[in-house]
Each structure stands twice: as C-alpha cells, then as structure tokens.
C-alpha cells in the first residue's frame, strides 16, 4: 500500500502502520493474516483520485501488481470507478467525482 498512497510503511509485531501520505491525508493499520484469507474479503478499500486522473492512475496501479477487473463509467451520475484486485485477489477501486457545477 506504501507505493500506491504515497506513504511509507512502518512494519512492527505483525502489524503495518501506513502514516498519512501528506496534510490532510489520513493513516491506515493493517493486522498480517495468521491463517488463510477469507472467501470473502473483510474491508474493500475505494481510492479517489482528482477528476480526470482515474485512467493514470489505474495505469500506475496496474504496474505496480494489481489486476483489472471492471470499470462502471456510466451508471452513477457522481462517481466514476475502476474496479482492480490486488496480488491477493482483493478488490479496491480508485474513484473520481466530478467537479461541482
């Protein structure tokens, strides 16, 4: 998660801390597994990027490990998202929303 938020991870004790990637940013933790993943995920992670910055950042994501999956472009008039998986098979999705008119 370090190279997709910017931020750098702080592994200790069978947990990671991942600080805020900047002001305003906000912090996650996350626990290791101990036994095998579930079947169905625990937490979906959606990612929001600047309008108009989605593809790029898919792009970069998809260099980094991830898989795409799907993208849902026009059936919400507020929020476009491009579903991914991460090396996992968990999925997340980076997000735009669209400028105030």
Do not use: I
């Not at 036994?35 to 950042?57: K, N, Y």
């Amino acid at each position: 998660m370090g190279a997709v938020t910017g931020a750098v991870p702080s592994p200790g004790g069978g947990t990671v801390y991942l600080p805020p990637a900047g002001p305003g940013g906000f912090a996650m933790f996350f626990r290791l597994m101990a036994g095998p993943r579930l079947e169905r995920q625990a937490a979906h992670l959606d990612l929001t990027v600047p309008w108009g910055s989605r593809q790029a950042e898919v792009d970069r994501l998809l260099g980094l490990g991830a898989t795409y999956k799907w993208d849902v472009l026009d059936e919400v008039p507020h929020v476009q998202w491009t579903t991914l998986a991460d090396p996992e098979g968990n999925l997340f999705c980076v997000a735009e929303h669209p400028p105030a008119s």
